[in-house]
């Protein structure tokens, strides 16, 4: 380095240190005041982990941010700060679909902060029996991807578990195709999630017709698959490439480049209202003429807002649907509470899934 140069960065670098020293200073003190929080609460009954507290301390920085930090970095590292700090007072373990290197797993460590145990699941199946048996404190689950729509599977759980939503998460999903050697030289087959392979179907059909396209259980065991067989290629993310030392052939092969899926986290807690919360639902309505719209007329009298409605059939042959609604607000706000109890009385079918802080 050139003497002008490291003249010119000793001092700051000088300034960093000092400034890391203060850092360091006062999360060792808010680690130890977390800890005083912990013991107030064994004294009390109720959960650890409390997602509307966690919600507005991100908000109430983000508030106070003028830069040069974007917002999403605030929420990163803070994220990470109370995962730690929760992690001090208990910790927590997380089921998701695994193997490692899954986006369930992406958007679960930044959901929960990498302070966790983590507790690989084979399908979503079984990442809700984890939490139900509490084999798993809590559970990421994929719920719908910009592109392809509804995991409908999820759908179905939700349906008839005993766990309740307490978060969402949303990730960016860029699919990578990966090999063993780098390059396709010999390779005959594709493997992926549907998800993925339905999401990369452009690039492939453009670029590889020829490949066959199989299936896997997740794009993370089809990178385990590739790493053991030099004739398959897997479509999965940049962290499953470094974890079964495979090489990218092509970054990026997502049809729509703002490719996103957003996941739940579902656990045994009900977060209080963080001041800005959304309520999921699971409604059915008898067969007749009008009876979706004096469904919903409740939430439009109440001036609820509704940010999604997705249907799926409720598979009793009679072109009956359950409908999944997600609304503005939490289930104790005044107005939300009352168009939820008109809604209840009118539904065949009505299931809170839960109230949960919007995504910082
Ligand atoms: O405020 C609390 O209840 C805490 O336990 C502290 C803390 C934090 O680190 O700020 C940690 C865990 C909770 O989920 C919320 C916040």
């Given at each position: 380095m050139d003497d002008v140069l490291a003249q010119k960065l000793a001092p700051l670098r000088a300034r960093i240190d000092a400034i890391d020293a203060e850092v360091f200073a006062l999360l060792t003190e808010r680690a130890r005041t977390a800890l005083a929080v912990g013991e107030v609460k064994q004294h009390v009954s109720g959960p650890v982990l409390r997602p509307e507290r966690e919600a507005q301390v991100i908000r109430r920085l983000q508030d106070m941010n003028t830069g040069p930090l974007p917002g999403t970095a605030i929420a990163a590292i803070w994220g990470e700060i109370m995962s730690a700090c929760r992690a001090l007072e208990e910790p927590a373990k997380v089921a998701f679909l695994g193997p490692q290197g899954t986006y369930t797993e992406v958007a679960a460590l930044a959901h929960f902060g990498h302070a966790v145990d983590t507790v690989p699941c084979i399908n979503f199946d079984e990442v809700f029996r984890a939490v139900e048996a509490g084999r798993a404190d809590f559970g990421m689950v994929a719920l719908e991807?910009?592109?392809?729509?509804?995991v409908n599977r999820v759908l179905d759980l939700l349906l008839t578990t005993s766990a309740k939503v307490l978060g969402e998460r949303s990730v960016p999903v860029h699919h990578c195709l990966m090999t063993r050697s780098g390059?396709?030289?010999?390779?005959?087959r594709v493997r992926a999630h549907p998800q993925a392979l339905a999401q990369c179907q452009s690039w492939l059909s453009e670029h590889r017709p020829d490949l066959i396209r199989e299936s896997a259980s997740s794009n993370a065991e089809a990178a385990r698959m590739a790493a053991e067989d030099p004739t398959v290629a897997a479509i999965a993310s940049e962290q499953a490439a470094g974890l079964w030392d495979l090489r990218i052939?092509?970054?990026?092969?997502?049809?729509?480049?703002h490719n996103r899926t957003r996941f739940l986290a579902i656990g045994h807690i009900e977060p209080a209202p963080s001041g800005k919360d959304k309520t999921s639902l699971i409604l059915a309505v008898p067969n007749e003429a009008g009876a979706v719209y004096e469904m919903l007329k409740p939430l439009a009298d109440n001036g609820v807002s509704m940010t999604r409605f997705e249907s799926r059939p409720?598979?009793?042959?009679?072109?009956e649907y359950y409908f999944y609604v997600d609304i503005e607000?939490?289930?104790?706000d005044a107005k939300v509470a009352t168009a939820l109890a008109v809604l209840k009385s009118r539904a065949a079918f009505f299931k809170v899934l839960g109230s949960y802080p919007v995504a910082p």
């Open positions: 991807n910009s592109n392809e729509g509804a390059t396709l030289d010999g390779v005959v052939v092509a970054p990026h092969i997502q049809d729509d480049p409720a598979r009793t042959g009679q072109w607000g939490h289930q104790q």
